[in-house]
């Protein structure tokens, strides 16, 4: 039977803290529909983890946590900038344009799923005309699809061109690992914050840092199939990861491992190990003696074949896995 | 501080049945979107509980389910027809309509929220023509918003009308008690079956009984923000709730609760008690003094005011409520 | 044969004004997408018309004209509050819903297609919540669907009703013959004003009295598919019909038209005749005999018999028809 | 003052057929939508035209008869095959995922606008997997935005390789002077002609191939806001230009002018001159004395200068723009 453990961050479960963080919260009635006491005590935990009086919403799917928050941010004749290979742009089977009637994305190369600031100013100097989408939002992935984590001034001079130009911000929090308490202080308009690959049951807060977003933002979530009754089971999730630090801790341990496979590796490493993933340079024969070696991995959209770590990967299995990838070089 | 236990069937929590099913399913890596075992095995259960051969899909929230699945039978430039007071026409907050893509709901009214043959036939008999929104699908909710139960006959008689004219039918199993096997033999196309209201975390079920509407369906579910990575926390409650019947037994409490509550019922009981509700003709002043007491209930479209039951309402509490409530009158 | 020229308004053909403008428009090259000549200057005399500074666009379909309009003020999880016979509620097949991404209608009940003050309050005083989409627009007909005309203070009312309470105002101009140039006084935010039913070719124009609505409307007209490229032909017709003061004098003998009608009439009358239109009670075997004897004409909506004048309708056409329908009493 | 004759086909006038034909076309009362004599016999030339029985549409704008064409072709979560350099793609400000709810849109690259079939078939080998849009239609353009015509047997491949991996086919005919029979036999699926680029006033014809597709369609046109009630102003120019064959020779004749100036060129001609388009080799400061010059011509996406011929191009205006372009080498 093949082994997915290296194939998604999203094949773990759910971290213990959030099982019992699940159970605790299931006591009595409650208010539904996020107004509850568990919603509101998350919503705390998630602002002071930020540093930043936003409010926060909690919903059960990352592609629509993203695709709702760019629809609050451009119009279906506006377009949103984000990398060419992010996820919004090559894996959420068309859902901004669905919940943003319409609205285009603009994608920009960059290397290791990094927009570059000259990049984007090229975009922005383009002029308004009526025949194309203009951007009206900048859509930022940290840690980038393949692994790679912008630094804080790299990130500060993007959100600065982004918003010189009137554009909007997303910075979607898709792993932990980095300064998060940053994300508060860069201006941006809508983060958000992935909680089901960090180790969660399936949630993801929206923050909505530009408070005037939070008005009928109910509503919005409802229209668009994310406002869900029993909300304090998305919430509880995030009590129980932040309270104990498991979000941190664990987020640290699978980038910890990543690190390791990628000292283990056998193959010429691609992008930056600084977060959760190592892509490396594998031709399709040896994929295929791995994968019949029972390891099951993607070749990933730039030709690289992609290793993923999660909260619940052990050292074992990184060596484990290092052996098999030595025995198939 | 008040008391929502009548609130609405969401405000109670899970059953234990459906927290340790999660529990029982967080084991090791799982293939993510529903292609896991854990997934699989609760679709062999509904299948089995349907006694049919149906895809089975699962999604977050019902909203969703309800929209995504009237967005597969009528497209936008035609109309679904429903109830008045229907969920879908008056607590959604236009998801149909955003889903399908403008797609209409043509209203019908009917007593304790049932659509009569009668009232579905003259809607029916309407000409073609390019100014409105011709019906395209039929969705009906059983138990109704008012706690009413279609008969097995009466039901036969709207899908038969239905299917004559060429319309599409989408029973929204909004809560169980009565004999959902027969869903699957009136030759519906579509069935959500709820299992947040059950006394589940969120999770609802999509049965595509026209199997023709599977091409595909995992990227519709994925364009609408509903394919979520760690699919088997969706699909674990069913498997908790079904094998062990609680989703039958514990539905079939909540409805004798209802009785018992309505037994004890000070006012005028409005609609049939046939599952989990009660509806009572109640003014605002005693409405006031009964909020006053601490029990928050809501006075619903009709003017009525509504009691729920869930799986987790107990004897006490409805005894308690009911001394209440003759003192308040 | 059966004679439609009663049916309505836009079975008649285009004013010889019209055609003129088209011919004088019809010299040379000119830039495309209303960035030309004749555009810039139709768009002036509605300025002037109306007067205001308001900018003007043109796109060939009233249904279109609304929906964009009413997305342009109403976001998809909101809703426009209207009379629940207008024109967008009741004949554009669902178009605002899909323009507007799922946008809802409120509708009201009113007199004669009027809305009345205490009517609209009832809607505004309720309160925001997730589960329906509160009013963000209010759009008004004038002359209502029944052909009667909002007074100056009763439309004065409604507008600052619906401005006190963080409304925006749609008022679609649907005939002329009232005093257009109060639209521009009222405070609303886009208006309609009706140019085939007044006696064009195809041909509406959206005026944004809200100007901060005109950054890339052009894009959004494009992207609802309504930005043509010989936009000089849905233009030029303005210039025809206002230079002339044909849409003024020609709107006057259509009312003047009516009220001959009404006159001749041997049905009872049923709504005010303040425009071009006469609705009468009329049983269904006198509409046969009606039919039987060549004109055809619609039942409406409220179950009263419809006709028509255009800027097209003569004397003697108006004569027999009286004639006619004293031979069917 | 700018000249814009050779900027685009689209800023020349309409033919005097056209305009003559819009005026025989205005006598009388007509039914509206579509339903009257004038739609009708213009349907009929436009079926004998293309030898076809196909139902035929008349709609205002271009880029709504592709959108709308495309979403009755394939579903929000599925995708439309295209060049990336197409119309649809490039320059109709987002309105395929817009009318298509958020369906996609899979550009491929080609020389000189044409898509080769072994680059079609890479795409249809892609398995279906719920994260992306899979291809439902393919669209071809001819002649290509680049002035390319399609030969008989390369377009006959391009269909028969979609048809065979199960898509539907939209061939765009944007301009006129290649065998338009063919479309027809090729077994495509809806037909979008171009009535405005060739000559008229703003209209363009759906043909729907496929007349299942025709059911409801009606609807489809008025809920996307193209069904205006004088259509036969829609219908009309096409009387005129079809009867006349202007369609046809005045089309033949803006080829022969982009031949001519071709012929004049002293700058390297690009892209293959098969239709009414020139497309050159020049650089910034040339481009910039030609403007200066008083010759408003654009850079197109592929960084060559485009110069448009169009029915109105004469003889006289190419030579002098030949005159021109030479004086600014």
Redesign the interface.
Known sequence: MA???F??D?????MPEV?EA??A?????????GEDHVARRAADMIRELLDTDAEVRF??????AN??SLAALA?????VVCHEHSHVA???????????????LITLAGESGRIAAPTLQGVLGRP???????PAALSLTNATEYGAVYGGAEIAALVAAAKGAGLKVHPNAAAAGFDVKSIGRMGVDVAVLGG??AGS??TEAIVLFDKTLSR?F?????????????A???AAPWIGMIETRAWTVRAAHANAMARRLAGLMPFQVIHPVEANAVFVDMDEPTLERLRAAGWFVYRFIDGTVRFMCSW?TTEEAVDELGAALKAVV
């Open positions: 082994r997915y453990a194939a998604s999203n094949v773990a479960g759910a099982i699940l159970s919260a299931n006591t009595g009635a409650a208010a539904g529909y919903v059960a799917s990352g592609t629509a695709a709702i119009q279906g004749h506006e377009a090559t894996d959420e089977t068309g859902a901004p344009g669905f919940f943003g009637a319409g609205m285009g308004d005309q009526p025949h194309w989408q203009s089901t690959k049951t399936p009928r109910g509503a919005r979530l409802k229209h668009g199939g994310q406002l869900v009754s029993k304090r089971f998305l619940a």
